[in-house]
DNA sequence: GGAGTGACTTTTT
DNA sequence: GAAAAAGCCACTC
């Protein structure tokens, strides 16, 4: 089992209306390759949102910030992974999630 | 197995 | 407070 596959493991738990982080879901694994998940979540953006899949809109950076971009293959814009997130009672100001800590979900 | 890369994070200008 | 630099670690060639 790769290092990636536990990514997508603990990135499928996430429940509707939390996120995480880059930097806690390398925590739980007990490293800090918070880059290694991003580039984990890179080569596999395919069938990641209602498919049942990796739901990555549910990552996001450090500082609340959405971070990357999401539905790159399915030619979706960081825009409405915004629109996502806010549809599962994530609420953004500015880029940036609005009560961050108690959205976060920390396994 | 060494070198380059990257959806990141933290610290310093 | 925004922008740049440095530091991390897995993955690929």
């Known amino acids: 089992m790769k290092f990636s ?3 997508y493991e603990l990135v499928k738990k996430i429940p509707k209306g939390k996120v ?10 007990g490293t800090n390759a918070y880059r290694a998940v991003g580039i984990a979540m ?6 990641f949102l209602s498919k049942g899949k990796i739901p990555c809109h549910r990552i996001v950076a450090s ?3 959405i971070g990357g971009f999401c539905g790159v293959k399915t030619g979706k814009p960081i ?8 549809k599962e009672e994530i609420k953004f100001e500015k880029n940036k999630i609005i009560n ?3 959205k976060l979900f920390r396994f």
């Open 5 to 7: 596959d536990k990514v």
């Open 20 to 29: 995480t982080t880059y930097k806690e879901i390398a925590s739980v694994l």
């Open 42 to 47: 890179s080569k596999n953006t395919d069938g």
């Open 63 to 65: 500082d609340g910030s």
């Open 79 to 86: 825009k409405d992974k915004k629109k996502l997130l806010i």
């Open 100 to 102: 961050f800590s108690e």
